[in-house]
């Protein structure tokens, strides 16, 4: 049984530690590997490779770091294939699902490339007489990030191109349920020539993510997860005095006006709601039809592409969506639908039940539509992270604007229509991060950044993009006086320019 190792100063580095968990084949159910969960002392000694580094790496020119990440974009590409292969043996997601991650993760690094002109400050001339300030942004030293199971290469990748290219060193502590992609994809780094120490990869679970939070040398942490773990890792590395920035979970809603074209919206709602089998964080899980005929139409055009959904493991290249990653999240899910239909909601496809043949042993459920969801449902309250697709009836704009301000979280939204109106005000009144208009999951592209708002971040930074420079580097501004300064008479009273 192949037992994964650590990363550590560019070496594979087997953990000694007795705790392990077992990692699946969530098509088959068999296990594949074996994942040591490192310990405190693992951390530390990693953290300490990383505290080493930074000082070269720090003084390397933000052009030779960028050369690296050029390299580094080259051999992702040259490898998406066996990446994405990565990725779907132990999360399950389609090989073309797989390879649309690598991409998105690849478009971070071709960002952080730009680093040598993300980092410009600004500089003012004659701020006083003889006087001139500029600004400069600077590493913070060892940061680290913490990822979920859903995307595996791609949100690793949100994080530390654009932290190693802004000078610090990185511990990265992957999602224990499929960490094999992380490491492929952190072996290219080292193949494109990063130095040993600058990015680090140690495996666990809880343990090595509180070692993360109470560590003195980390000054910064990133986390991409669910809201209950995304809040207590804010509360707890901010109260240790880290930078944190949290992105947590969603219940995306798509508004579909009596305007919109009703076969582009089901599409759009097909792939939004079923797509990786609804484990993604900016899936669409409640859609929102304004006005009955909307609805009747809505609910006519989706049952029967939910029927049809092709489901299989990823060797299957005709498949639309894979299983489930763990057998535990199944039940989850099965468990969501049977709340669902106690409380009331109309069962309109039932995903329950579903057997493939020949992956008996997957954690395969077929796709799920409910019709006349409200809103004190628990299938509409909580996040169900599967592909189980809630109805939810509005009778006007108004009210479905409303439903979506109310919600604790605030991640992604859509509407389609035809009308710029209507359109133009959701945009701007909509209490959401992220906001598609006739684009079902408006995930910003790399040079924008990613984040949403209420109970799905804590912290005041998105991830990646300009907000992403920002969070990894502090400024520091310079006020500087040339040729007269203390030797023409020290001046004792407050300075003003
Ligand atoms: P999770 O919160 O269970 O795990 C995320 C990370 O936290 C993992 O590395 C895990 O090891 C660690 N962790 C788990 N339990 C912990 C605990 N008790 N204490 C400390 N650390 C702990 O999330 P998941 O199931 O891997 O991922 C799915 C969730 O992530 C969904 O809620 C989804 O919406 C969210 N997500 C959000 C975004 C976003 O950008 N907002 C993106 C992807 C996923």
């Not at 190792?5 to 953990?15: C, F, M, Q, R």
């Not at 959701?426 to 995930?443: H, L, Q, S, T």
Request: proline share 6%; net charge negative.
């Amino acid at each position: 049984m192949d037992r994964i190792a650590n990363l550590v100063g560019g070496k594979k580095l087997p953990s000694t530690s007795a705790r392990t968990a077992p990692i699946f084949n969530p098509a088959t159910g068999e296990q594949i590997a074996e994942l040591p969960l490192s310990t405190a002392a693992e951390l530390d000694a990693a953290v300490a490779v990383a505290k080493a580094a930074f000082p070269a790496w720090a003084e390397t020119t933000p052009l030779k770091r960028a050369r690296v990440m050029f390299r580094f974009k080259d051999l992702l590409e040259q490898n998406a294939d066996r990446i994405a292969r990565a990725i779907s043996s132990e999360h399950g997601k389609t090989h073309d699902d797989a390879l649309g991650e690598v991409q998105r993760g690849l478009e971070v690094v071709e960002f952080a490339c730009g680093i040598p002109h993300l980092l410009k400050g600004e500089y003012s001339k004659n701020v006083g007489p003889s006087i001139d300030s500029y600004s400069d942004r600077q590493p913070l030293g060892v940061v680290a990030g913490i990822t979920p199971f859903n995307f595996p290469c791609m949100v690793p990748l949100w994080m530390y191109p654009v932290a190693i290219a802004a000078g610090n060193c990185f511990i990265l502590k992957p999602s224990e349920k499929d960490p094999s992609a992380a490491m492929v994809v952190a072996e290219l780094l080292h193949e494109a020539g990063l130095p040993a120490g600058v990015l680090n990869v140690v495996h666990g679970d809880k343990e090595i993510v509180d070692a993360i939070l109470a560590h003195r040398d980390i000054k910064a942490v990133s986390f991409v997860g669910s809201t209950p773990i995304a809040s207590y890792v804010y509360a707890t590395g901010t109260a240790a005095g880290k930078r944190v920035q949290a992105l947590g979970g969603a219940k995306n809603h798509m508004v579909i006006m009596p305007d919109a074209d009703m076969d582009k919206a089901a599409d759009a709602l097909m792939g939004a709601g079923y797509g990786s089998a609804g484990e993604r964080c900016m899936a669409v899980s409640v859609a929102v039809p304004v006005g009955a005929r909307t609805a009747d139409a809505l609910i006519e055009a989706l049952a029967p592409r939910v029927r049809a959904l092709k489901i299989g493991p990823a060797t299957d290249r005709e498949a639309e969506m894979g299983p489930l990653v763990t057998k535990q999240h199944l039940d989850k899910v099965a468990s969501y639908i049977d709340k669902g239909v106690a409380e009331g909601a109309k069962l309109v496809v039932d995903g329950r039940g579903f057997k493939l043949q020949g992956y008996e042993g997957g954690y395969f459920i077929g796709g799920t539509l409910f019709d006349h969801v409200d809103k004190e449902m628990t299938i509409y309250r909580e996040e169900i992270f599967g592909p189980v697709l809630s109805v939810l009836r509005a009778g006007s704009y108004d009210e479905a604007v409303e439903l979506i301000n109310a919600h604790e979280f605030g991640n992604g939204t859509a509407i389609f229509t035809r009308d710029g109106d209507a359109a133009r005000s959701f945009a701007d009144k909509i209490e959401a991060g992220m906001v598609g208009i006739n684009v079902p999951i408006p995930v910003p592209v790399a040079y924008h950044s990613f984040g949403g708002w209420k109970r799905s971040i804590f912290g005041d930074h998105a991830i990646y993009g300009p907000e992403g420079v920002r969070f990894y580097t502090r400024i520091k501004t310079v006020t500087s006086r040339w040729p007269d300064g203390i030797k023409s008479g020290a001046v004792f009273n407050f300075p003003t320019m």
